[in-house]
């Protein structure tokens, strides 16, 4: 297995990773099997819609692969089942939901660098596909994003970009920069998450009008 | 009347229909007359932005045919004035909304299978098309959108979507195809209305963070 | 300093403004730094980028300019050490505020009529990038848009364009025209400002469902 294929292999963990998540925040609204289905796959393939729109890069993936958003609808739709065991794979989802993030990033950022953007653009388009998914879902459920409040998900995507731009720069070798990039971000998840490491807050409680 | 003049004179019924309804959920929320005009426009006409923006499909409806904007601002401002008469139309307008529903759906689903798309992407464009627009204007409400919780709205949707792509798979003439869709759909809508049928839901109580 | 170096000049200022006060917006919600930065570059850019992908406009402006990117997020942490001394401020930031809309909106305008679209859309553009920055924001801190219901926000931004559009039609000279909207547009603010303006609002209380 190459760096390329890995990496699309991964891709497919991480997305039907996230469609489970997702279907679980779903079911914590007591939606219809119709909402899970569709949050599954709206959180999933998201940040890479949301990017390819920014980006202005057509078709988005899901429209060229249709069988992506079969594989999460379906994940989504499979976890109804399952729910109720998924409690003892706790800590394999938080696992997977790690995976995800910083796939997702790394594929951002090769897609942006591909296409001979700045730097800042390619650490931006690869926290867009890392991110954007979640924001989607917490504000389809009428939540305040927990990426705007929660332990270094986003600067965990940040690093991720930060070293593969980094490592470019560098001049290393593009599969071993992929590759170092997504273990650095992988390991300050799971650290964050081990040691409840978060971001300052700001807390302003004034209003201006 | 031809099935292309139909279709047309359908849609601005159906246009017509959703700016009205969403200007009583600005109501409900106290917007201004702004707010009113503006949640009416994006409801009628958010859905096949959304459609056309993620299919790189321009320039979008409204950008072309600006009148559409006039039309759905001024039947939502229009709302103001007519409300308090329209408790008492209250089965007119749930039939008109099944109605836009239907016809937004075989709208979505005859653009993306002009453009050769398969056919999990034919059903999705009918949905998006059919769907968005209530999904942002309870958004714009900060409510959970009602799509992923109420009585078999986007169920109709791709029932009619699908029926759609299986009459063309058939071999039958187009024109049949849109208007035997449409009327399974609106027939589907209505049942479910008339005897309240809606799709399970997953309730799900446990955390997993 | 030409007219269109005063125009880019006051839209630096304008995008500082608007990061500066969604970050207090973001204090509001206790969000960490990571949230205050990015919601000060998607209520700051937000409105251009949504103009842009409406109008299938290529690449986005800070795709183009990724500084646009790092001054609005720096601009936003800025205001968290200074936020204590912003109170003070109160009145230069509303002032700011108003400048950022008919900015936005001015930009807006020209741009579309650039395109050579129709009036109604040219106003529609200028609206768009002059109101959505603040729709995003409020959205992704859960909350109905201020704009749906605030004292004639959105109505300055129509007359600023509606003045634009009037202006050209007139066929004054272009920098004038974009000059005199502007000062109607920030009088029009300031006074609903001054004197609490506002748009009558629709109550309607009654369930169509």
Known sequence: MNPAELLHALYLVAIVAEAMTAALAAGRRQMDWF?????????????????DVLLGRYPLSWVENPHLLLITCGAALATIVIAHHMRHLRRVFL??????????????CN????????????????????????????VLCADVPLLFRAELYA??????????????????????????????????RLLALRFGWSMPKFVYTESLH
């Open 155 to 188: 600067t965990v995507s940040i690093v991720t970009g930060a070293s593969y731009v980094g490592g470019q720069w560098l001049g290393l070798p593009h599969d071993s920069v992929m590759l170092g990039s997504m273990l650095i971000g992988l390991a300050l």
């Open 95 to 108: 696992f997977l939901d790690a995976v995800g993030l910083v796939v997702f990033t790394i594929i951002g």
């Open 35 to 51: 909402g899970v289905a569709l949050l599954g796959a709206i959180t999933a393939l998201g940040g890479g819609s949301v990017r």
């Open 111 to 138: 897609i942006a660098a591909g296409l001979g953007l700045p730097v800042v653009i390619v650490i931006a388009s690869g926290m867009i596909t890392g991110c954007v998914g979640g924001v989607l879902r917490d």
